[in-house]
């Protein structure tokens, strides 16, 4: 039995009634290092400003048209001192990785390595404007493409679109060049095929792209049900949407087969890339068959998650669909220097299927990525997808024993174990579970998701844990899980630590009150 | 490999516990045809920390540093001075290293800071609900155009002429896979943009109008008749803001009768960053459109103990619970840059966004009438804040703009770039001129303009 915390803690104090310690109350509410902090608008003022500025000449003559602003805008300023506490007292409330243990699956909440912060920022890459003179910006764009070089390298692909935001973004880029594919050919088809336990992206996406969508089931087992897949087959099913390895934390060993019935059936295949974590460095969706596969690169590549947001999701294509990608993208010519297809390059543009984005991707994103890279090397990066894998396995068979694990018979998971709440003592739930591992000190793993599986309770640990870490961590969930077997009804009013009890979030939705209105 | 904690002996151990005789058991469901023998050829090895900072700094130092030149580029992207605390609260691990809140419990700090966030975005557009932000505003654009035939169950949009290209090209991409049909028109070179053109172009089918404010030119007008009309139709105004500083001098689109205001947040906190990350906004008039809004929202709400706290909300539009008839299918945002756009606008507050803006338009005025005084160029715009076109004589406005590069300034950004092939804007130039511009280099840039029109000629000659 690992010792639950090497600083010396004991479980020693009993709770009070109200699950909380036993102490008087404070004046102003805080707990010591637990502060409150009163929102934006309660604290600042109109006339106040942390920057020092000319004071306006309201007689200098402006060219505004008439339009000068009469009315206050409504906003409050800080000095700066005042700013940087407002923040930082906030940032207390927040858990990060920086903090502890965060197993979200399906989210690879890795390290984020701070030199990649550090190139990031460097003037070169930070100060640099995306419509610069080309001739001015060879480094930039020899990032993008050095960036794409690794990321076609990895996944064996020919091609890369490189603007797209996020993972989703992502995804529609690929559907749309599937569709122009289609459309090039004068073939109307109208279905995207998405199997049951996808990420909800994958149907809204899509969706939004104009197709209708349709679910494939799961066998028992955990993976697409191949048999029901290839009878949905037909000549109006435009792409298949599949996650590898998928949702359930399991690797599609039939996805060769899968690509090959929908190729036989003109149809495309593309591939949610959210979990290559698993694979990178080790297996090249380009030996399965893939079309189309976004990378998120806030995921697999360590960009920072940044309370949500920004990603960044790159797009690798096949031959078949490398000419409808969208503009812009970088270019090399005979004599070496780099150069952006645009709109106004028409011999070269191909039949692209047009422009996501008004500039050229997430460069800030590209420098942090490649850092990234080439600090892991291609031995790093495969031991990365080793690391995340043995780390889930182990988690995965330590738990089995006390927790449903509907597919652990499935053979090895991928980076994620997942578990259900099949054997909670009734009335006690996934939530509760979660809720008692914030009060443990841990961020709660992914919940509720995928569908497939009732209470689903999704765990990423990641390569970047060490051993203690997750041993540490399995004692905590093996204890809280342990409460949820044995109805410990304290568990449903969990937590009792955070900065905040569990929120009234129907009510939230009920009236929703979006903007402060002081 | 710095960044992976297991040793050896740890894994042996975890093998151990797994029943498993090596690693590549566990990879036993990956086809033959795709297992590899070792790492993946043609990339290199693992390397220090030094070496790749070694490798990124070269990188870098091929790119001219807009910081170190005179420099006056816009067009969508502009360059302001970002406080030094913003940096230094956007990398405190627990806002840089989080998720998004999920679990609001241990995510307050987030959350406090989108509600504070939407807040800020609503008031400087003159709405009533911002969200918690979207990719950039381009895509944001977009989206409105897909709300608007959402709310009017309509599928035809006029876009005015002077929306950015790039906006109005991502708009039409998405239009062409939806099925929508977009209305759209090139800017017509003159003092004052055609709103009256552009109101004649909405008809009974027509979701909204979308206009840009500031348009892509830097001219400025009122847009209450174009609000009058597209409600008269029962269409729905759609106003762009790439430039949110501006609205620290200008009237809110609100004001004007937008209904949906989206725009790019970048001038404030995000830096240039060759085009991104950047930060979406978008933002209602009426808060009965809300639910068919896109994109995350963050909303007030009490514990179960009664005290303040706050959560996403109305998640029903969203595509994690509703799947295909989500309102749209953006999941990850632009977290951190909302944040750094937030401790931006605190840190300036209504008394610093007002300075900055007027300062903004104090240099602005200076460059136009700068470069008026030099032969060979006129000032096309009556009206505008912080940024104006030019037009030049001579060779089209994108070679002066790379001769001007050569000679140490970054001039600005020529239509000719933004609109391929349209010889009418080829010898327009827009300049942008914000508070980190010095007299110095406007100065600078009317001499070398001079200079570059001038050599032109002779070489046309």
Redesign the interface.
């Known amino acids: 039995m690992n010792a639950p915390n090497k600083s010396g803690w004991k479980p020693a104090m009993e709770l009070s009634e109200d699950g909380m310690h036993n102490g008087p109350a404070t004046t102003t509410g805080n707990r010591a290092l637990m502060l409150e902090e009163p929102l934006l608008f309660e604290i600042g003022r109109a006339d106040v400003t942390g920057v020092d500025l000319p004071p306006v000449d309201t007689d200098a003559p402006t060219r505004l048209g008439g339009l000068g602003r009469a009315e206050p805008i409504g906003l409050v300023g800080l000095t700066e001192p005042e700013t940087v506490r407002h923040y930082t007292r906030l940032s207390r409330q927040n858990y990060g990785i920086d903090l502890g243990f965060f197993p979200l699956g399906s989210c690879t909440m890795k390290h984020n390595p701070r030199l990649n912060e550090k190139m990031a920022r460097l003037p070169g890459f930070a100060d640099i404007h995306p419509l610069a003179p080309q001739s001015t910006v060879q480094g930039a764009l020899e990032v993008v493409h050095q960036l794409g070089y690794w990321l076609c390298t990895l996944t064996g692909m020919p091609a890369v679109a490189m603007s797209p935001k996020a993972g989703a973004h992502g995804e529609l880029c690929g559907i749309l060049a599937i569709r122009a594919a289609h459309e090039a050919r004068g073939d109307a088809r109208e279905v995207v095929l998405v199997p049951e336990s996808a990420h909800g992206t994958n149907p809204a996406t899509a969706a939004f792209a104009g197709y209708r969508v349709e679910d494939i089931p799961a066998t028992p087992e955990g993976r697409v049900d191949v048999a029901a897949l290839k009878d949905r087959l037909g000549p109006d099913v435009a792409a298949v949407m599949i996650t590898n390895p998928n949702t359930c934390g399991l690797f599609e060993k039939d996805f060769r087969e899968i690509a090959d019935a929908v190729h036989a059936a003109g149809g495309y295949v593309y591939c949610d890339g959210a979990n290559f974590n698993a694979i990178v460095g080790k297996v090249r969706p380009g030996d399965l068959g893939v079309d189309a596969m976004h990378i998120n690169l806030h995921k697999t590549f360590s960009t920072p998650h940044g309370g949500g947001g920004p990603g960044s999701g790159p797009v690798v294509l096949s031959e078949a669909l490398a000419p409808y990608a969208p503009l812009p993208f970088v270019r090399q010519d005979a004599e070496g220097s780099f150069y952006l297809v645009e709109e106004e390059n028409r011999e070269e543009r191909g039949p692209t299927f047009g422009r996501m984005t008004a500039f050229h991707g997430q460069m800030g994103m590209f420098t942090r990525a490649l850092t990234y890279m080439l600090s892991h090397g291609a031995d790093g990066l495969k031991q990365v997808a080793e690391d995340a894998v043995l780390n889930a396995n182990y988690i995965l068979r330590s738990m089995e024993d006390i927790l449903h694990a509907p597919f652990a018979a499935s053979g090895p998971c991928m980076h994620e174990a997942l578990f259900g709440d099949k054997d909670f003592t009734e009335g006690l739930t996934t939530l509760d579970v979660a809720k008692g591992l914030i009060d443990e000190g841990y961020h709660p793993m992914t919940v509720y998701f995928p569908l497939v599986v009732h209470g689903a309770m999704l765990v990423e640990p990641t390569e970047t844990e060490s051993k203690a870490a997750i041993d540490q961590f399995i004692t905590a969930f093996r204890a809280v899980v342990t409460r949820a077997l044995d109805g410990d009804e304290a568990l449903k009013a969990a937590p009792y630590y955070a900065p905040r009890r569990r929120l009234d979030e129907t009510g939230a939705a009920r009236k929703p009150k979006l903007a402060y209105e002081g | 490999?710095?960044?992976?904690?297991?040793?050896d002996t740890?894994?042996q151990?975890?093998?151990a516990?797994?029943?498993?005789a090596s690693?590549d058991?566990?990879?036993?469901?990956?086809?033959e045809?795709?297992?590899?023998d070792?790492?993946?050829?043609?990339?290199?090895?693992?390397?220090s920390?030094m070496?790749?900072?070694r490798?990124?700094?070269?990188?870098?130092?091929?790119?001219?540093?807009?910081?170190?030149v005179p420099?006056f580029?816009g067009?969508?992207?502009y360059?302001h001075h970002v406080?030094a605390?913003v940096?230094?609260?956007?990398?405190?691990?627990?806002?840089?290293?989080?998720?998004?809140?999920?679990?609001?419990?241990?995510?307050?700090?987030?959350l406090?800071?989108l509600?504070?966030f939407?807040?800020?975005v609503?008031?400087?557009y003159g709405c009533?609900?911002?969200n918690?932000?979207l990719?950039?505003?381009?895509?944001a654009c977009w989206e409105a155009v897909?709300m608007a035939t959402r709310v009017t169950k309509r599928s035809r949009a006029v876009l005015s002429g002077a929306l950015?290209?790039?906006?109005a090209?991502?708009v039409?991409?998405m239009a062409?896979?939806?099925?929508d049909t977009i209305a759209d028109a090139q800017p017509a070179i003159t003092a004052e943009p055609d709103l009256e053109g552009l109101m004649a172009r909405i008809d009974d089918d027509t979701a909204c109008v979308v206009v840009q404010y500031p348009d892509i030119l830097g001219?400025?007008?009122?847009l209450t008749p174009v609000a009058e009309a597209a409600h008269a139709k029962g269409a729905l105004l759609v106003v762009v803001n790439t430039e949110p500083v501006a609205?620290?001098?200008?009237?809110?689109p609100g004001?004007m009768g937008a209904d949906i205001v989206v725009g790019?947040g970048q001038s404030l906190g995000v830096?240039?960053?060759?085009?991104?990350?950047?930060l979406g906004l978008f933002a209602v008039r009426d808060p009965k459109h809300?639910r068919q809004m896109p994109g995350?929202?963050?909303?007030?709400?009490?514990?179960?103990?009664g005290?303040r706290?706050?959560?996403l909300?109305?998640?029903?539009r969203?595509?994690?619970?509703?799947?295909?008839?989500?309102t749209?299918?953006?999941?990850?945002?632009?977290?951190?840059?909302a944040?750094a756009f937030t401790?931006h606008?605190?840190?300036?507050?209504?008394?610093?966004?007002?300075?900055?803006a007027?300062?903004n338009?104090?240099l602005a005025?200076l460059a136009?009438d700068r470069l008026a005084r030099v032969p060979g160029i006129k000032v096309l715009?009556?009206?505008?804040?912080n940024e104006f076109t030019v037009m030049l004589d001579g060779k089209p406005a994108r070679e002066i703009?790379?001769d001007l590069?050569d000679r140490g300034v970054?001039g600005g950004?020529s239509l000719g770039?933004?609109y391929?092939?349209v010889e009418a804007l080829e010898h327009a130039l827009l300049v942008a001129v914000t508070?980190t511009t010095t007299e110095d280099d406007i100065e600078r840039l009317a001499t070398e303009l001079e200079a570059s029109i001038a050599a032109s000629f002779q070489e046309t000659v």
């Open positions: 490999m710095r960044y992976l904690p297991l040793t740890d894994r151990d975890m093998l516990k797994i029943g498993a690693v058991d566990l990879f036993v469901d990956v086809p045809v795709a297992r590899l070792g790492p993946i050829h043609g990339l290199p090895m693992h390397a920390e070496a790749v900072e490798h990124m700094k070269k990188l870098a130092a091929k790119n001219l540093v807009a910081g170190d420099f580029l067009a969508g992207a360059r406080p605390s940096d230094t609260v956007i990398q405190r691990g627990e806002f840089l290293t989080a998720y998004t809140p999920y679990q609001p419990e241990i995510a307050q700090g987030t406090q800071v509600f504070e939407q807040t800020q609503a008031r400087l009533a609900v911002a918690a932000s990719y950039d505003g381009s895509t897909a950015h290209p790039h906006y090209h991502v039409k991409t062409h896979f939806t099925g001219r400025i007008s009122d609205l620290g001098a200008i009237k809110s004001e790019e830096g240039l960053q060759f085009g991104g990350p950047y809300v995350r929202l963050c909303g007030e709400t009490t514990d179960a103990e005290k706290g706050f959560v909300t109305l998640s029903t969203e595509q994690h619970i509703r799947r295909e008839k989500a749209s299918n953006i999941c990850t945002n632009s977290g951190l840059c944040l401790v606008m605190t840190l300036l507050g209504e008394r610093g966004l007002r300075e900055l007027a300062e338009h104090r005025c136009a715009n009556t009206a505008f804040f703009v790379r590069a970054l950004v770039r933004l391929p092939g508070e």
